[in-house]
C-alpha cells in the first residue's frame, strides 16, 4: 500500500494521498479467487467491513475482472495484476485489472447473456455496481480494464454475507 505520511501543526502523522493496493496475480482460477480476497481485507484496512455493501460490490468487481483476466486475457508465462485505489474525496473505489492480451478487450455494453447459458454475465454485474468502467492499452502490451465503485457516506450496510 502506497500513502504519503504528513504531520499537522501539533506534530500528529497525517495520511494523505490516496490509498494503494498493487500485486500481481498467477493467471489461474486460484490467482483470481486470492485477489478477490485481498480485495476484502484491504478494504477491511481502509474501514470498510467485510460485510460491508462497499466491500461486497468491490469484491464482485475484482472477482469478475480478475475472472475475465484469467478466461480471456491470459498469455502463457504471464500473471495479472490488480491495483485497488481509494479516493476519499472522490469517495470511489477504482479497481484495476491489468493482463497481458492486448486484442482482446471488453465490450463497451455487456453483451445479452444467453438466459440458459452459465456465463455471459460477468459485466453485466459490473455494470450494476460500479458507477463507471473502461479499458485502456498497456505498453509495451496488454490491456487494463476498470470500474469505479462508489463508497458512499459511510459503506457501513450490510450484504448480507
Known sequence: MTRVQTT??????????????????VSSPRGAQLARRLAVRWMEEWGYAPTSDVSC????????????????????GRDFGLRLALDVTAGLVRVEVADAASGKRPPTAPPSPCPEGESGRGLLLVDA??????????????????????????GQEKCGL
Not at 469478475?64 to 486475457?73: I, K, S, W
Open 8 to 25: 499537522d501543526e501539533d506534530g500528529q502523522a497525517v495520511l494523505t494521498g490516496t490509498p494503494v493496493f498493487t500485486e500481481q496475480f
Open 129 to 154: 455496481l460500479a458507477v463507471r468502467r473502461g479499458a485502456a492499452d498497456r505498453h509495451p502490451l496488454g490491456k487494463t480494464v476498470w470500474a469505479e465503485v462508489s463508497v458512499g457516506a459511510g
Open 57 to 76: 460490490a468491490v469484491a464482485l468487481v475484482v472477482g469478475e475482472l480478475a475472472a475475465n483476466a484469467v478466461r480471456h486475457g491470459r498469455v502463457p
